[in-house]
Structures are given as structure tokens and as C-alpha cells.
């Protein structure tokens, strides 16, 4: 929802917040393309956030995120979130009458 209407100036959080008009749609474009998005002190210095998406019957649904300090192994952690992304089950819709 926050992608689909885009303030007119990107808010600046620290020094690490990718802030550059059109910059947001390639990195889209990178976190397609590896099934994970990691923020590396984008929005607070000292934290890393690591993010998979959950998939069920129609797509994707939902994202699965953890946020940990920086100097935390991120190919631990990514693979333990891609591991329990999978692991999350959508609810399933009740019949349409």
C-alpha cells in the first residue's frame, strides 16, 4: 500500500534510506527476483530487517519479517526466514454459497 501511493518526497530515516525517485522500483525488481527483501539500517541505524513472502493458493499473501541487530550472520538469517515463510499456511477461504 506505502508503494502504491508514494508521498511526493520520500522520508529520510538515516543516512542508509534509499530516498532517490525511481530507485524503489528496480530494488522491487532485485526482491522479486530473490524471494527476500532485506533492509540494511534503512529505517533505524543498528538493525537489519529480513522479510520473505508467504504464498498460498492465490499468490503471494503476506510477508514473514524478522528484524535483528547488524552483525547478526544474514545467510542465517535469511535462510531461516525463507525456511518459516514457507512453513506458514494462508487460511483457507470458506466455500463461496
Known amino acids: 500500500m506505502l508503494l502504491a501511493a508514494p508521498p511526493a518526497e520520500l522520508p529520510r ?7 532517490v525517485p525511481g530507485a524503489p522500483a528496480g530494488r522491487l525488481a532485485r526482491v522479486r527476483a530473490a ?11 543498528g538493525e537489519v530487517t ?4 508467504v504464498r498460498g493458493p492465490a499468490g503471494t499473501v503476506a510477508a514473514l ?5 547488524t552483525g547478526v550472520p544474514l545467510d542465517r538469517v535469511a535462510a531461516a526466514v525463507r525456511a518459516a515463510a514457507t512453513r506458514v499456511r494462508p487460511p483457507v477461504p470458506p466455500p463461496s454459497p
Do not use: Y
Not at 530515516?13 to 530516498?19: A, K
Not at 524471494?35 to 541505524?45: K, M, N, T, W, Y
Not at 529480513?50 to 513472502?53: D, E, F, I, S
Open 65 to 69: 519479517g524478522v528484524t535483528v541487530p
Open 50 to 53: 529480513v522479510a520473505a513472502p
Open 35 to 45: 524471494g527476500l527483501a532485506v533492509c540494511a539500517e534503512e529505517f533505524r541505524l
Open 13 to 19: 530515516h538515516t543516512r542508509h534510506t534509499v530516498v
